[in-house]
């Protein structure tokens, strides 16, 4: 049988407020299912649906009477535990020039494939969340996804919006039939330019413990540092089925700091970093 997922992580920020909205379909053992997964800083809600709720018409995902694209969401969902309604426009995309997954993309039996459909766009609209109005009036947004059967075992990705531009890292433990290799890939998006990290072009991770992490690839370095956690637990898949718990902190302390031929370029600390660990060292 067909195991399987396919998930969107559309992540919202204002200089208040954070949310993220995770859409996503899933298939175990030739049972398809979809959900909506709903992360604020207080809370996270998981809202299961039948497979015939969902539609994909290229970029445009809907599941029942929620709306997500390139251009904005709409959500509607009333449960005893979860009562959210509104919607948000999207302004421009800042996409990659190429498949972050690079030449790794036609690599076939891996278990999960990254995107990353925008670092950076403006957001506005409003959302009532359990009564809680969440409004974002010129806020900042990013959107990614995930498709294959599993999160890698150990992983680390963060994702930081911050005055200049935009970070992104995800290093992963990639079993690729019989071998294991330390997988990176991460964007440094910075004063309107890409920077790019990935093993395909030779990044190396130097350090890695307790949230902290050190890569080099040539003359640049990229360091980030969780601070301090605040992570709630959320639903990823294993074979297809969303059984596994992982631990994501959407807002929480941490720094990067960002060398080219050993100079500074930037470093900075935030309370704004979403961040998720899962390694046991």
């Not at 718990?245 to 959407?250: A, F, K």
């Amino acid at each position: 049988m067909h195991n399987f997922f396919e998930g969107w992580y559309m992540k919202c920020q204002s200089d208040t407020q954070t949310f993220a909205v995770i859409p996503a379909i899933h298939e175990t053992e030739g049972k398809k299912s979809c959900s909506v997964q709903l992360i604020t800083e207080e809370d996270v809600w998981n809202v299961d649906f039948p497979i015939e709720a969902f539609r994909k018409q290229g970029r445009k995902i809907s599941i029942e009477n929620n709306m997500f694209s390139p251009w904005g969401i709409r959500l509607c969902i009333n449960t005893p535990q979860l009562h959210v309604k509104g919607k948000l426009t999207f302004g421009m995309p800042t996409p990659l020039r190429y498949d972050i997954m690079g030449p790794f993309a036609l690599v076939p039996f891996m278990e999960c494939r990254h995107s990353v459909f925008s670092m950076k766009h403006r957001v506005n609209g409003t959302l009532s969340i359990n009564d809680e109005e969440y409004v974002f009036e010129e806020g900042i947004g990013y959107w990614e996804g995930d498709r294959g059967r599993s999160f890698p075992k150990e992983y680390l990705w963060t994702q930081c919006h911050f005055s200049e531009g935009s970070i992104m890292l995800s290093v992963a433990d990639i079993p690729l039939r019989e071998l294991h290799f330390t997988g990176i890939i991460g964007v440094v998006f910075w004063q309107g330019k890409e920077y790019r990290f990935a093993t395909y072009l030779g990044a190396k991770v130097i350090y890695l413990k307790k949230g902290d992490i050190r890569i080099v690839q040539g003359d640049r370095e990229l360091e980030v540092k969780l601070i301090e956690s605040a992570g709630k637990m959320l639903k990823a898949p294993n074979s297809g089925n969303m059984v596994r718990n992982i631990r994501e902190s959407l807002n929480c302390r941490a720094s990067y700091c960002f060398k080219q031929k050993g100079g500074i370029s930037f470093k900075f600390e935030t309370h704004k970093a979403s961040f998720e660990y899962e390694y046991d060292r």
